[in-house]
C-alpha cells in the first residue's frame, strides 16, 4: 500500500474523508466476505457429518447386510483347561467329542556346562575364546534343509547367537549357568533341528560349545563317549500334536487345527474324551443388532439437534475491526451460535433424515410372513414420552442398558433363540434396503460427488465465486480510494500554489 502524505495545507483528515466516501464499496466487499466465510463453516460442518454417515454406510449397515453376519455360533468345551474350540457359521448346533493326546513342541538343546569358563565372569559380550571354544564349521539340519554354522573364537557369544538365528534357530547363552540353550523357531517334527558331527574335528568344537550330545558321537565312527554323561549336552526332539475328533485321529505341527468349521486349539493333554458343544450365539447376534441401532440412534439424534437448533438470527461472521472490539472468549462464543445454527431447518439434512426414517420402517416378508421393526419389539417412543431430538431413535424392549424400556419383555432376544435363521432373512432385507436407499442418496450428480450426502461441487463453485466477487471489490475499493486521493492530492497542490503565490504578493506589498 502506497504511503499518502495528505493534509498539509488545507489541515484536513484525508484519510478519514476518504474511507468515509469509500465505505459503501467496504460494506459490499465485507458483506460477500462474510458470506464466504460462513459458506465454509457450512462445508466443514457437512464433511464432518458426511464422514459420519459414511463410516456408518460403509461399516456398522454393511455388515448388517450380509446374511452370515446373522449365523454366529457359541462354541463351550467340557474343560477349556485343555483346549479352546470357536465355530464358523457351517457347523451344526449340537455335541461333538475331543480328545488332546500330545502337545506339539519345539526341539531343545540344553548345552553342558562350560567347564573351561567354571571360574570365569563371562557375558554375552566374552569372546568364545574366554568359553574355550574351538575354530570350526559346524553343519546345523532344521527340517529337510542343511546349512553351515561357522565357528570363530574371535567371535562373542552374542555374534554365536545371531549366526544361528540366521540359520533358523534360537538361542540363548546363559552366563550364570555357562550353558548354552538352542530351540527351535516353530513346534512340531518338520521344523525340528539337529547338529550334525561328520567328524572328530566337528565333535570337539561341539564339545567345547557344551552342545555335543549321544547322538553326535555315533555319528562319528570310534569315538568314545564321556562317561561323565553332565559334559554332554541334552537334545530333546520335536514333536507334533495329536488330537481325535469324534473318533478320528488329525496330527500337525501346531497346536491349532481348522476342522470342518471348527477351530480347536490344544493346550493341554486330556484323560480320555471331553465334549464339544455348539449352539447358537444368541448373545452376540443380539449385541450386534443392539451395537448397530445404538449407531443408528447417535447419527439421527445429532442430524435431529442439528436440524432444530435455536436460530442465529442478527448473528453473521465478524470482521477483523469487529473482532478487534471483542474479547477472544466474545468472539468464539459469537461464531459457536452461527455454526451450531448452521444446518437449521436445512433441507437437505432434513432430506437424508426422511430417507433412512423411511427405509427402516418398511416391512418386509420372511417365511411367507410379514415383519417389521415393532414384531421384535423395536420401536421409536412416544411423542409425549420421546426424548428432546430422539424422534427417530429406536428402543429395543427389554434393554437392560435403556431405561424406558427395560422392564418390557424382550421380544428380540426370544425371536432369536426361537429362529435366528428369521430374524437374521429380515434385519438382512432392512439393512440392504437402507444401504440401498443411503447409496441412491449419496450418488454422483452435477451438484455432488459420490458418496456425498449434500452439494459438495455446487458448494466449491460457490466458494470460488465469491473469491471472484470479492476481488472484484477490492478492485473497485482500491480504485475508489485512488480516485479521491488523487482529488484531495490536486486540491493539496492547488492550496500550495495559492499559498505560494499569496506569500509573494505580501513580499511584494511590503508586507
Do not use: C
Not at 416391512?363 to 415393532?374: A, F, H, I, P
Request: aromatic share 10%.
Amino acid at each position: 500500500m502506497p504511503i499518502r502524505i495528505t493534509g498539509m495545507n488545507s489541515g484536513l483528515d484525508t484519510d478519514s474523508i476518504v474511507q468515509e466516501l469509500v465505505s459503501a464499496y467496504r460494506t459490499k466487499q465485507d458483506k460477500y466476505k462474510k458470506e464466504q466465510t460462513k459458506l465454509s463453516w457450512t462445508q466443514d460442518a457437512w464433511k464432518e457429518l458426511n464422514t459420519k454417515v459414511y463410516g456408518f454406510y460403509s461399516k456398522k449397515l454393511w455388515n448388517m447386510t450380509l446374511p452370515g453376519s446373522y449365523s454366529k455360533k457359541k462354541t463351550t468345551v467340557s474343560d477349556s483347561t485343555k483346549a479352546t474350540v470357536t465355530a464358523d457359521s457351517t457347523v451344526t448346533n449340537g455335541t461333538q467329542t475331543l480328545e488332546v493326546k500330545q502337545l506339539a513342541t519345539g526341539g531343545h538343546l540344553t548345552g553342558a556346562e562350560l567347564k573351561f569358563a567354571a571360574n570365569k565372569e563371562v557375558s554375552s559380550s566374552s569372546t568364545l575364546a574366554e568359553l574355550g571354544v574351538k575354530s570350526g564349521t559346524l553343519q546345523l539340519k532344521v527340517g529337510d534343509e542343511t546349512k553351515t554354522v561357522n565357528v570363530d573364537p574371535s567371535k562373542t557369544v552374542s555374534d554365536f547367537l545371531a549366526e544361528l538365528k540366521k540359520q533358523g534357530v534360537t538361542g540363548s547363552f546363559d552366563a550364570k549357568q555357562k550353558r548354552f540353550f538352542i530351540n527351535s523357531t516353530e513346534s512340531g517334527k518338520k521344523n525340528d533341528f539337529e547338529f550334525v558331527a561328520r567328524d572328530q574335528k566337528d565333535l570337539d568344537v561341539l564339545n567345547s560349545l557344551g552342545l555335543a550330545t549321544e547322538a553326535n558321537y555315533d555319528q562319528v565312527a570310534g569315538s568314545t563317549k564321556p562317561t561323565d554323561t553332565s559334559a554332554l549336552g541334552v537334545k530333546k526332539d520335536a514333536q507334533n500334536a495329536q488330537i481325535v475328533l469324534n473318533g478320528a485321529l488329525f496330527e500337525g505341527d501346531s497346536n491349532k487345527f481348522s476342522i470342518n468349521g471348527l477351530t480347536i486349539t490344544a493346550t493341554g493333554v486330556t484323560n480320555g474324551e471331553m465334549s464339544i458343544t455348539t449352539a447358537t450365539d444368541v448373545d452376540g447376534i443380539y449385541d450386534m443388532i443392539k451395537d448397530f441401532f445404538k449407531e443408528y440412534n447417535d447419527l439421527m439424534n445429532t442430524m435431529e439437534k442439528s436440524y432444530n437448533a435455536p436460530s442465529a438470527k442478527g448473528y453473521e461472521p465478524l470482521t477483523d475491526d469487529e473482532k478487534s472490539e471483542m474479547s477472544d472468549k466474545e468472539v468464539e462464543k459469537w461464531e459457536q451460535k452461527i455454526k451450531d445454527s448452521l444446518f437449521r431447518r436445512d433441507d437437505t439434512l432434513r432430506s437424508v433424515m426422511s430417507t433412512m426414517s423411511m427405509a427402516m420402517n418398511k416391512s418386509y416378508e420372511v417365511n411367507g410372513k410379514n415383519y417389521s421393526l415393532s414384531s421384535f419389539g423395536i420401536k421409536t417412543a412416544g411423542y409425549f414420552t420421546k426424548a428432546e431430538n430422539e424422534s427417530y431413535a429406536f428402543h429395543i424392549d427389554g434393554d437392560k442398558d435403556d431405561s424406558s424400556v427395560e422392564g418390557n419383555v424382550d421380544r428380540l432376544r426370544a425371536a432369536i433363540e426361537e429362529d435366528p435363521e428369521a430374524v437374521g432373512e429380515f434385519f438382512t432385507q432392512l439393512s440392504k434396503g437402507l444401504y440401498e436407499d443411503l447409496r441412491e442418496k449419496m450418488g454422483k450428480t452435477e451438484l455432488s460427488s459420490s458418496y456425498t450426502i449434500y452439494n459438495d461441487v455446487q458448494m466449491k463453485k460457490d466458494y470460488d465465486e465469491y473469491t471472484k466477487t470479492i476481488k472484484k471489490w477490492e478492485d473497485k475499493l482500491k480504485d475508489m480510494e485512488d480516485y479521491y486521493y488523487k482529488k484531495f492530492s490536486a486540491m493539496e497542490t492547488a492550496l500550495s500554489k495559492l499559498q505560494s503565490q499569496t506569500n509573494s504578493l505580501a513580499s511584494l506589498l511590503g508586507g
